[in-house]
């Protein structure tokens, strides 16, 4: 009923920027909030940031003031712009919304398949 597709990752030096971005897609009435999320081999799934449909936004520690959120709600995409980035930050980032369908009118909490972010140092 819902696909949410990443798109943006790729590899860039240190120091560098990327941008991310997921468009969501299929019987969606509205969408409250959307995020990303990253997980590395063998580890737990983590917050990296989240913005509401009123445009709250929620960012990790490790990323506070080197990533900004930000949705267009006409085209139903979230974006990550990712700046300053380090090595450690390499890792598959995971797009996040939560839906109201047409259909019945309840939630999906939907999730993207991931794209790959590799920063060299």
């Known amino acids: 009923q819902v696909q949410l597709v990443e798109s943006g990752g790729g590899l860039v030096q240190a120091g560098g920027s990327l941008r991310l971005s997921c468009a969501a897609s299929?019987?969606?009435?509205?969408?409250?909030?959307m995020g990303w999320y990253r997980q590395a081999p063998g580890k737990e799934r983590e917050l990296v940031a989240t913005?509401?449909?009123?445009?709250?936004?929620n960012y990790a520690d490790s990323v506070k003031g080197r990533f900004t959120i930000s949705r267009d709600s006409a085209k139903n995409t979230v974006y990550l712009q990712m700046n300053s980035l380090k090595p450690e930050d390499t890792v598959v980032y995971y797009c996040?919304?939560?839906?109201?369908?047409?259909?019945?009118?309840?939630?999906?909490?939907?999730w993207g398949r991931g794209t790959l972010v590799t920063v060299s140092s």
């Open positions: 299929g019987s969606i009435f509205s969408i409250n909030a």
């Open positions: 996040h919304a939560s839906v109201k369908l047409y259909k019945s009118g309840g939630y999906l909490e939907v």
């Open positions: 913005i509401s449909s009123t445009g709250s936004t």
